[in-house]
């Protein structure tokens, strides 16, 4: 039994473990992930809207998420329904007694329902944990020094401020695995006095089941965990098992299926339909994310190479936490205890550990470690088993005097990983950065080229054999200004094919205060020369502006410098329902004398006269690190889109 010190010990550590949670909640941003908006998307659809649709919920600023399907016209998180009606009816409550609302309190009510699902529960989780440490005869050194690991160098410590299923499955396994200790300690200590009745209390098989069945409903491969410990269970108890275990454990799966049943119409999760049309879509010329997924989400890495880093690369469970190094001779001595009530847990370890990571090597189309996350997380819920066999390993040891160096130099990269990603797991870990940062690793996707060197901020001229009366476009800054460029047809400067083109000004009244007339040669331009190369010709309205002016005009800042590609983005337009599919590009220069730097960024699109949807020019102090004025203009309309 613990003594005194210990159990002072335990409750410090506890409390100390707690002050940290806090700290990082109260820090914390929500909503910071697509993965965790997509179950705040249905906590919130559901108690505003009472439907697991989200159509409503995405449209809200910040709250938009890639990690949704598109099913019978509406969309709907691919995350479970359970976990999230269960959150539902928690928000509910919350906004009934206190008036509080995701929509207008959203950092105060995910920090209370996080405190309730997280915190509390992993608490009383380590609690526990400990517990089943004492009932496996650990001795007290071993027992604190493996609480201190569980508590503060694994890979679980991150997600505890942020919605996610992997902490909850961890901890329902943990109270699973409680509940089934206390069974195989009665069974052994029954067997030690030749008794006959029947081993464990009514209430441990009913939690057993009931949290066994919940880890599974959290983490889907944990069905196997499920299974295995029914199995088990069956030995200790054949009668008890089927009458207690197995209605409890009907309860939460009843919940998953009946829940995924009202949100999908099937008993299959949205989950399990990944590459098919559901996560494969267009929707108003936008197509879906997981159509074309960039970056670490493209599976791009050979087997090889991705059992590699699972295990010792940049999201390698080893790399990460080479504490868990102490589990490979945990398990060879653990296995070896012939009476030991952790015998059978080690034995689970082993089974589930192997085949969860054959289960996921397996599919290849989902090699992206988790997407950006700090860890490999779909392994995280098998923590508490391989924390089961560092315990023996520390008990093997405890008497070596290496053993504590070994400890330390093993904990401190593992408590880096842990606490390093204070504020979110939803970034990429240090090590991805570190070798990122060397060359040796780039999941970056290609941009787009350009066809030619652009110089210009608009990429395109009309190519009609005659004047095109309906090429035309106006543009619009906020404040009732409008510049206006039309064609004024083709025609011939010394034997060079060449286009007019006239550029209105207009003030907020619609008074015309400017207009140009700029001669531009063809092939050049299509060709990606220089403006200094294909401005022929030009006139101007307005007396003092020279040929420098209008160079200054066709660049977008005060310099010629061509632009760089960028990434795809889809705006939409009141002009109509699908969104534009617009190219990024920027470039910029820097102004020795004024020591500012002038950015022009453009947003490019083939089908608009002139290939342009918005241009925004930036400027910024350098010498304060100061944005000084920043000005947008953006398409108001057309004359046609092609």
């Known amino acids: ?125 380590m609690y526990c944990f400990w517990g089943i440490l004492i009932a496996a005869r650990f001795s007290a050194f071993t027992r604190l020094i493996t609480l201190g690991i569980a508590a503060f160098a694994t890979m679980l410590m991150p997600y505890i401020t942020v919605l996610n299923n992997h902490t909850v499955g961890a901890i329902s396994l943990v109270f699973a695995l409680y509940a089934a200790v206390k069974i195989f300690e009665a069974s052994q200590k029954q067997s030690e006095t030749k008794k006959r009745s029947v081993s464990g209390k009514n209430g441990t098989f009913i939690l057993c089941g009931f949290f066994a069945a919940l880890t599974c409903c959290n983490e889907l491969p944990a069905a196997l965990f499920g299974l295995a410990i029914f199995l088990v269970l069956l030995r200790f108890d054949f009668k008890r098992t089927w009458l207690l275990f197995v209605p409890a454990a009907l ?86 205890k012939k009476e030991s009530v952790m015998r059978i847990i080690h034995f689970l370890g082993i089974l589930l550990t192997v085949a969860i990571f054959a289960f996921y090597w397996k599919r290849t189309e989902n090699y992206n470690y988790g997407g950006v996350s700090v860890a490999l997380r779909w392994v995280l819920w098998l923590t508490p088993f391989w924390l089961f066999a560092i315990a023996e390993t520390i008990e093997k040891f405890c008497n070596r005097r290496w053993l504590p160096v070994v400890i330390i130099l093993l904990g401190i990269p593992s408590l880096y990983s842990a606490w390093g990603p204070w504020q979110t797991p939803w970034q990429q870990p240090w090590i991805y950065n570190a070798m990122q940062s060397q060359g040796w690793i780039n999941y970056s996707d290609p941009v787009q080229q350009f066809e030619h060197p652009l110089h210009t ?110 990434r795809i983005r889809y705006l939409f337009h009141p002009s109509r329902k699908n969104a534009f599919k617009c190219q990024l590009a920027a470039t910029r220069i820097v102004e020795k004398e004024t020591n500012r730097e002038i950015r022009c960024d453009l947003w490019l699109n083939k089908g608009l006269p002139f290939g342009v949807y918005r241009k925004q020019i930036s400027v910024t102090n350098l010498n304060e690190r100061l944005l000084t004025g920043r000005k947008t203009i953006t398409f108001s309309r057309c004359g046609k889109i092609e």
């Open 457 to 566: 901020w608009f990429n395109k001229l009309p190519d009609s054999p005659d004047k095109d009366g309906k090429y035309w476009i106006e543009f619009t800054d906020g404040t009732s200004k409008t510049l206006r460029m039309e064609d004024a047809g083709p025609t011939e400067v010394d034997g060079k094919q060449a286009r007019i083109i006239l550029i209105e000004h207009y003030n907020e009244t619609g008074q015309e205060t400017r207009k140009q007339r700029l001669i531009l040669d063809v092939n050049k331009f299509n060709t990606g020369k220089k403006a200094s190369e294909f401005l022929l010709d030009w006139t101007d309205t307005a007396p003092e502006k020279r040929r420098d002016d209008q160079l200054i005009f066709l660049h977008g800042l005060p310099g010629d410098r061509n632009f760089r590609e960028g």
């Open 251 to 336: 309860i939460p799966l009843a919940g998953f299926f009946i829940t995924n049943y009202i949100a999908t119409g099937g008993w299959k999760p949205f989950y399990m339909f990944y590459g098919t049309e559901k996560y494969v879509y267009e929707y108003l010329g936008v197509p879906s994310y997981w159509s074309d997924p960039r970056g670490v989400d493209k599976a791009r890495d050979s087997v090889p190479t991705y059992i590699f880093h699972c295990l010792i690369g940049h999201h390698g469970v080893f790399s990460l936490s080479p504490i868990l190094l102490l589990m490979i001779p945990g398990y060879l001595y653990g296995l070896r």
């Open 1 to 125: 039994m613990p003594t005194r010190n210990e159990k002072i010990a335990v409750w410090l550590l506890l409390a100390l473990l707690a002050g940290l949670f806090l700290a990082k909640l109260s820090t914390s941003e929500p909503l910071r992930s697509a993965n965790d908006r997509s179950r705040w998307c249905t906590v919130r659809s559901l108690v505003d809207d009472g439907t697991y649709q989200i159509d409503k919920v995405i449209k809200i600023r910040g709250w938009d998420t890639i990690d949704k399907v598109r099913h019978e016209d509406h969309f709907y998180s691919t995350k479970p329904p359970l976990f999230p009606t269960m959150l539902a009816g928690m928000y509910w409550t919350i906004e009934k007694t206190t008036g509080l609302t995701l929509a207008k309190d959203t950092k105060a009510v995910t920090r209370i329902i996080l405190f309730v699902v997280n915190i509390i529960p992993f608490l009383i989780a």
